[in-house]
C-alpha cells in the first residue's frame, strides 16, 4: 500500500498555507508509518497535482478551505465528490482540482479512487505574509494532532484490509 500525503496552499499567502506547514512539521517531527510518502514543493494545481497522484493506492491531502461554516482551525474531512456540484471545466489548461481529477480518471487507469482532503478553515486570503494567523498559531499544535490522528487511522485501516 503506498499513501501520498500533500500539504497545498500558498506559503507567501499567510494562512493559505497551513496545508504546507502542517505537513511539513508532521514529516519533521513525527513518526509515519513506511506505506506514507511525503510529496514536498508542491507547487502545481489542477491537472498538475492529479498527475502526482499516479502509482499511489491512497492520497491525503491537506489545504485551506473557506466555507465559513466553520470556527478558523478547524479540521474537516472530505472527498472529491462532496465537490461534484462545483465542477466545472473551461479549459483542460486551467482545470481546477475537481475537474482535472474526473478528467485523468477517464483517460488514465492509475489515479487512485482513495482521495481524502483535509480541509483547514481560514478565514484571510488575501494577506501575503509568510506567517500564519495568531488564530492559527495558537491553534497549530492542535491541528497538527488533528491531522496526524486521521494519518494513522487511514494507514491502521489499510493494515487491517490487507491482513483480510
Avoid: W
Avoid at 472529491?80 to 456540484?85: L, N
Amino acid at each position: 500500500m503506498k499513501i501520498a500525503l500533500i500539504g497545498l496552499g500558498n506559503p507567501i499567502v499567510g494562512d493559505d498555507g497551513v496545508g504546507i506547514k502542517v505537513v511539513d512539521f508532521i514529516q519533521k517531527t513525527l513518526s509515519l508509518p513506511s506505506s506514507v510518502e511525503v510529496i514536498g514543493d508542491v507547487s502545481v494545481g489542477g491537472i498538475g497535482l492529479v498527475e502526482l497522484f499516479k502509482g499511489y493506492d491512497k492520497i491525503i491531502l491537506v489545504d485551506s478551505i473557506q466555507t465559513r461554516n466553520y470556527q478558523k482551525g478547524t479540521v474537516v474531512e472530505l472527498k472529491p465528490d462532496d465537490f461534484a456540484s462545483a465542477l466545472h471545466i473551461s479549459d483542460y489548461h486551467n482545470m481546477d482540482f475537481f475537474t482535472a481529477l474526473e478528467f485523468c480518471k477517464q483517460v488514465h487507469d492509475d489515479i487512485p479512487e482513495d482521495i481524502i482532503i483535509l480541509g483547514i478553515e481560514i478565514i484571510n486570503v488575501m494577506e501575503f505574509n509568510d506567517e500564519l494567523s495568531k488564530e492559527l498559531k495558537s491553534k497549530f499544535d492542535e491541528i497538527v494532532k488533528q491531522v496526524y490522528n486521521v494519518i494513522l487511522q487511514k494507514t491502521k485501516e489499510e493494515i487491517k484490509t490487507n491482513v483480510l
